[in-house]
């Protein structure tokens, strides 16, 4: 750079003419070093003079592109002076304005804004010029032609350059897409929130950490009602007044569910209101998953399904009644026909799986047609009325009885363990009859006939069953009627013997027509009396002489046993204390007697025992209980308990009919007993069946072993005798030694022995 630059043009210009003025003036000797230095001067002004050119254009090109930057910049920027007047805006500002930037030149800013603005703007240019930072206010523009509102941020300072005039620079951005797209959001809240509240039941979206995000109407009439704070709440005290979460069976958490699951679902909460009343709670929850997948929370809907719940209990209830009324009868509300015969089937098809036996029972009554003519129609239902009540009370709940029709009836019995059995049921009906019917005044006597069918021995199909019982009933009628017929002959008549005995069996024991036979038991070896076993007959009027194998089973059938086991024990306690004291018997000998499988499992049996041991004053040592194998397999109370209680008394205990049951080595080594009896079956095929043979062998051997009597029934031959003897059995009772006989036979017996 020349030493002249520093010189702006107009000086060069002058100097240069100066030059030339005092180089026309002097004309001494150095006037070409002056023009030479003149010359110079010329070319570095022309050079300067090119530099200026070119450094003006760089500058016209940047104030250019400033002035473009300026112009076009995404934001608008207004030069304003005090009191508002527009002094410079650049083309954006001129755009968001909608106006030609001449038009706006000079003139105020609040005309290009929307009406009600001007405070706001005189507000915000008061702080701008009051202080050097920067002010930021929100102004909507004056609405253009479209109609479209138009938002901009104004951020202003003041000025510093400009000191002389006061003025502020603007910068406008405009904002009016962001807050359409902020108020496109709130428009969707509030139009969601508008679609859940008009929703009657309370929802909440909840949080991970059981805060409520939000909630509906519903939610917050509830929350409000009990004070809770809406900003903090927490889901389980808005919908249980509770102060932890949801846990115990009656509120499964549906949060802890979703979580777990991942899955919608359905939970039902009782709710006690602050009234006290239950309510039940129907609660829908879904989860609510974030952009990455995750549950951040639950949406949960709650709704009151009490009254739904008894509207369908009702329903519920009501089709019970419709189905009662189709399947019953409507006069004694026994089951119809219908129901009948689709228990039977049922019944019938129980028995085949089970192979048991069941009956069909057909009842009519005797001459009902005549109560019919006679008095009105209403006697007559009366009549039924009253025998389906009578019926019913003679059966259990589970048992079926229905009307057929008219007078007709129908029973089942299931798991009938005999034929006879069903007898005893017919006898039962029958005597439901005895007492006359008292109605309007009348007094009517009646009666019915029976007539029993047997699944499977008389049919296996409902009709099969029902047509057989029918005819038997008919054949009853034939018979003189109130009673009953099998449907063959000779089930009838097994079955009018065993509902005689049982009918009368009360009778034995008052009239005294039970006695004891008494049979010796010997010393295999000597062969000399060492026991004797007590066995019960019935000397009945009709029937003669009974065994205890036709009455016993049905004196445990009818709980007659009780009394009847106690006649036997304080029979036979007396007759051998008689006999000891009399020698008939010696006083280290025992009397055997034999107690059936409900007298074992009585309660008293214990107490009885004593009382009788005390009252005949035999000595227990004497007295030995006989129970069978089976008895004491089955017995429902505590086997080894009774049997070491009656041990303490000082009784002994024999195991009867040993070898029938299926008992185990290892139980018997527990039971504290005293004597075995090998059962006669066994001993009466010895020696030809080798597996009886086999089978009285390991039984005394095993006696031996467990150190137990062991005593072998029916005793028959001297062959037996002596396979006995061999195999170590030491004691035996059968008809080779001597038969049971009565006392006055058994004295006699004795007094044989001792005269031999
Ligand atoms: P049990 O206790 O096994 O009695 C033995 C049965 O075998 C008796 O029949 C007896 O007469 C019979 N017997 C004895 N020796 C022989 C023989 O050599 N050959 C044959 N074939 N039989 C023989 P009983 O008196 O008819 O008694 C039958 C069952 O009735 C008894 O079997 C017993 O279980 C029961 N019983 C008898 N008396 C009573 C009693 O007073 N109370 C109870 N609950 N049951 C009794
Ligand atoms: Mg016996
Ligand atoms: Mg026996």
């Given at each position: 750079?020349s030493r002249y630059s520093n010189l702006s043009h107009s000086e060069l210009e002058r100097m240069l003419s100066e030059s030339e003025r005092l180089l026309r003036a002097d004309t001494d000797s150095d006037t070409d070093y002056l023009l030479h230095n003149l010359q110079l001067h010329k070319i570095e002004l022309e050079i300067q003079n090119r530099d200026l050119m070119e450094s003006q254009k760089e500058l016209e090109s940047i104030r250019d592109q400033y002035a473009e930057l300026y112009d076009f910049?995404?934001?608008?920027?207004?030069?304003?002076?005090?009191?508002?007047?527009?002094?410079?805006?650049?083309?954006?500002?001129?755009?968001?304005?909608?106006?030609?930037?001449?038009?706006?030149?000079?003139?105020?800013?609040?005309?290009?804004?929307?009406?009600?603005?001007?405070?706001?703007?005189?507000?915000?240019?008061?702080?701008?010029?009051?202080?050097?930072?920067?002010?930021?206010?929100?102004?909507?523009?004056?609405?253009?032609?479209?109609?479209?509102?138009?938002?901009?941020?104004?951020?202003?300072?003041?000025?510093?350059?400009?000191?002389?005039?006061?003025?502020?620079?603007?910068?406008?951005?405009?904002?009016?897409?962001?807050?359409?797209?902020?108020?496109?959001?709130?428009?969707?809240?509030?139009?969601?929130?508008?679609?859940?509240?008009?929703?009657?039941?309370?929802?909440?979206?909840?949080?991970?950490?059981?805060?409520?995000?939000?909630?509906?109407?519903?939610?917050?009439?509830?929350?409000?009602?009990?004070?809770?704070?809406?900003?903090?709440?927490?889901?389980?005290?808005?919908?249980?007044?509770?102060?932890?979460?949801?846990?115990?069976?009656?509120?499964?958490?549906?949060?802890?569910?979703?979580?777990?699951?991942?899955?919608?679902?359905?939970?039902?909460?009782?709710?006690?209101?602050?009234?006290?009343?239950?309510?039940?709670?129907?609660?829908?929850?879904?989860?609510?998953?974030?952009?990455?997948?995750?549950?951040?929370?639950?949406?949960?809907?709650?709704?009151?399904?009490?009254?739904?719940?008894?509207?369908?209990?009702?329903?519920?209830?009501?089709?019970?009644?419709?189905?009662?009324?189709?399947?019953?009868?409507?006069?004694?509300?026994?089951?119809?026909?219908?129901?009948?015969?689709?228990?039977?089937?049922?019944?019938?098809?129980?028995?085949?799986?089970?192979?048991?036996?069941?009956?069909?029972?057909?009842?009519?009554?005797?001459?009902?047609?005549?109560?019919?003519?006679?008095?009105?129609?209403?006697?007559?239902?009366?009549?039924?009325?009253?025998?389906?009540?009578?019926?019913?009370?003679?059966?259990?709940?589970?048992?079926?009885?229905?009307?057929?029709?008219?007078?007709?009836?129908?029973?089942?019995?299931?798991?009938?363990?005999?034929?006879?059995?069903?007898?005893?049921?017919?006898?039962?009906?029958?005597?439901?009859?005895?007492?006359?019917?008292?109605?309007?005044?009348?007094?009517?006597?009646?009666?019915?006939?029976?007539?029993?069918?047997?699944?499977?021995?008389?049919?296996?199909?409902?009709?099969?069953?029902?047509?057989?019982?029918?005819?038997?009933?008919?054949?009853?009628?034939?018979?003189?009627?109130?009673?009953?017929?099998?449907?063959?002959?000779?089930?009838?008549?097994?079955?009018?013997?065993?509902?005689?005995?049982?009918?009368?069996?009360?009778?034995?024991?008052?009239?005294?027509?039970?006695?004891?036979?008494?049979?010796?038991?010997?010393?295999?070896?000597?062969?000399?009396?060492?026991?004797?076993?007590?066995?019960?007959?019935?000397?009945?009027?009709?029937?003669?002489?009974?065994?205890?194998?036709?009455?016993?089973?049905?004196?445990?059938?009818?709980?007659?046993?009780?009394?009847?086991?106690?006649?036997?024990?304080?029979?036979?306690?007396?007759?051998?204390?008689?006999?000891?004291?009399?020698?008939?018997?010696?006083?280290?000998?025992?009397?055997?007697?034999?107690?059936?499988?409900?007298?074992?499992?009585?309660?008293?049996?214990?107490?009885?025992?004593?009382?009788?041991?005390?009252?005949t004053g035999l000595s227990p040592s004497c007295l030995e209980l006989e129970i069978t194998e089976t008895t004491m397999m089955r017995s429902t109370r505590g086997t080894s308990e009774t049997l070491g209680m009656l041990r303490k008394l000082g009784v002994k205990v024999a195991i009867d009919d040993f070898g029938t049951g299926y008992s185990s080595l290892n139980y018997l080594k527990q039971l504290p007993i005293t004597r075995l009896k090998i059962d006669k079956s066994f001993v009466s095929d010895i020696p030809d069946n080798l597996n009886d043979v086999a089978i009285s062998k390991a039984i005394i051997a095993m006696a031996n072993n467990l150190l137990l009597d062991v005593l072998a029934e029916g005793v028959e031959t001297g062959e037996q005798h002596q396979f006995l003897i061999q195999q170590g059995c030491?004691?035996?009772?059968?008809?080779?030694?001597?038969?049971?006989?009565?006392?006055?036979?058994?004295?006699?017996?004795?007094?044989?022995?001792?005269?031999?």
């Amino acid at each position: 750079m020349s030493r002249y630059s520093n010189l702006s043009h107009s000086e060069l210009e002058r100097m240069l003419s100066e030059s030339e003025r005092l180089l026309r003036a002097d004309t001494d000797s150095d006037t070409d070093y002056l023009l030479h230095n003149l010359q110079l001067h010329k070319i570095e002004l022309e050079i300067q003079n090119r530099d200026l050119m070119e450094s003006q254009k760089e500058l016209e090109s940047i104030r250019d592109q400033y002035a473009e930057l300026y112009d076009f910049a995404p934001v608008g920027y207004l030069t304003l002076d005090k009191n508002g007047i527009i002094n410079n805006l650049n083309i954006s500002a001129a755009g968001m304005f909608g106006a030609e930037r001449s038009h706006i030149m000079g003139r105020p800013l609040s005309t290009q804004l929307a009406a009600g603005m001007g405070r706001l703007l005189f507000d915000h240019l008061r702080q701008a010029f009051s202080s050097d930072q920067k002010v930021t206010t929100d102004f909507i523009l004056k609405t253009a032609s479209k109609g479209i509102t138009r938002y901009v941020r104004a951020d202003t300072i003041v000025h510093a350059d400009l000191d002389s005039e006061a003025s502020c620079l603007m910068n406008l951005i405009d904002t009016t897409e962001r807050r359409r797209a902020e108020q496109a959001v709130i428009d969707e809240r509030t139009f969601l929130q508008h679609v859940i509240d008009g929703v009657d039941n309370p929802i909440m979206v909840i949080s991970l950490d059981y805060k409520v995000l939000r909630m509906n109407d519903a939610a917050k009439r509830v929350a409000n009602m009990q004070k809770i704070d809406l900003e903090h709440a927490c889901c389980y005290q808005i919908s249980h007044y509770r102060e932890r979460p949801c846990d115990s069976e009656d509120y499964p958490c549906p949060l802890k569910i979703v979580l777990q699951t991942r899955l919608p679902s359905k939970v039902v909460h009782n709710h006690v209101s602050e009234m006290g009343a239950q309510r039940k709670f129907e609660i829908s929850v879904s989860p609510l998953f974030d952009d990455h997948g995750e549950i951040m929370g639950v949406i949960e809907s709650a709704h009151d399904i009490t009254e739904h719940l008894e509207l369908l209990e009702e329903l519920k209830e009501r089709q019970l009644s419709y189905a009662h009324l189709a399947q019953h009868d409507p006069l004694t509300g026994l089951p119809n026909r219908l129901l009948f015969a689709d228990r039977l089937s049922q019944a019938i098809h129980v028995a085949h799986r089970n192979k048991t036996k069941l009956a069909v029972l057909f009842i009519d009554l005797d001459r009902f047609k005549e109560v019919n003519d006679s008095f009105d129609h209403s006697c007559g239902d009366a009549v039924l009325k009253e025998t389906a009540d009578r019926f019913q009370a003679l059966f259990r709940e589970d048992d079926t009885i229905a009307r057929m029709g008219g007078d007709e009836f129908t029973v089942i019995l299931t798991h009938i363990k005999k034929d006879s059995h069903a007898a005893l049921v017919a006898k039962k009906l029958l005597n439901a009859f005895k007492q006359p019917f008292k109605i309007k005044k009348h007094k009517l006597f009646l009666s019915a006939s029976i007539g029993i069918s047997l699944y499977p021995d008389h049919g296996d199909s409902v009709d099969e069953l029902v047509r057989n019982a029918d005819t038997a009933m008919y054949r009853a009628k034939e018979e003189g009627r109130n009673t009953f017929q099998y449907y063959t002959l000779e089930l009838t008549a097994r079955a009018f013997e065993r509902v005689y005995l049982a009918s009368s069996l009360h009778n034995a024991i008052l009239q005294n027509e039970l006695i004891l036979y008494y049979q010796p038991q010997f010393e295999l070896i000597t062969q000399e009396i060492c026991g004797v076993e007590a066995l019960v007959r019935w000397q009945n009027a009709d029937l003669g002489l009974l065994a205890p194998d036709k009455f016993i089973p049905l004196a445990e059938e009818s709980e007659v046993i009780g009394e009847m086991g106690a006649w036997i024990m304080k029979e036979a306690c007396q007759q051998m204390k008689t006999w000891q004291e009399s020698g008939v018997l010696r006083s280290d000998m025992t009397i055997s007697v034999n107690l059936s499988g409900k007298q074992f499992d009585h309660n008293n049996l214990l107490e009885e025992i004593e009382q009788t041991l005390t009252a005949t004053g035999l000595s227990p040592s004497c007295l030995e209980l006989e129970i069978t194998e089976t008895t004491m397999m089955r017995s429902t109370r505590g086997t080894s308990e009774t049997l070491g209680m009656l041990r303490k008394l000082g009784v002994k205990v024999a195991i009867d009919d040993f070898g029938t049951g299926y008992s185990s080595l290892n139980y018997l080594k527990q039971l504290p007993i005293t004597r075995l009896k090998i059962d006669k079956s066994f001993v009466s095929d010895i020696p030809d069946n080798l597996n009886d043979v086999a089978i009285s062998k390991a039984i005394i051997a095993m006696a031996n072993n467990l150190l137990l009597d062991v005593l072998a029934e029916g005793v028959e031959t001297g062959e037996q005798h002596q396979f006995l003897i061999q195999q170590g059995c030491r004691v035996g009772q059968g008809y080779l030694f001597a038969r049971p006989m009565s006392s006055d036979q058994f004295e006699a017996f004795i007094q044989q022995k001792l005269q031999d």
